[in-house]
Each structure stands twice: as structure tokens, then as C-alpha cells.
């Protein structure tokens, strides 16, 4: 579980510096930036439901 916690973590910066990245370009992707923000999203979500747990 902590291998995936951490992988998740890891996961969650990679896109984060994606979108950062993708926003600065003259003309951004919409449909990408869309996308990469619902998966960080998703793992942010992940990340505090692994948290609140117990363990």
C-alpha cells in the first residue's frame, strides 16, 4: 500500500508539471489540459480517501 501511495504521489507531480507546462505553450491543447486535469483530479481524490483510512 505504501509503494502505491507513493507512486500516486509521484503520479499526481508529473501532471501537475504537465498542465503547468501545457498552459504556459502559446495555444494550448484544450482537450489534453481537460483531460490531465480530471486524472489529477481523480488522484488527488484517491490520495485523501487513502489518508482518511486507517491503517
Keep these: 500500500m505504501k509503494n502505491f501511495f507513493f507512486r500516486l504521489i509521484a503520479i499526481y507531480k508529473r501532471l501537475d508539471e504537465s498542465i503547468r507546462f501545457e498552459e504556459k505553450q502559446p495555444r494550448p491543447r484544450d482537450l489534453r489540459l481537460l483531460r490531465m486535469k ?9 490520495l485523501n480517501v487513502m489518508m482518511q483510512s486507517p491503517a
Design 38 to 46: 480530471r486524472l489529477r483530479a481523480a488522484i488527488r481524490q484517491r
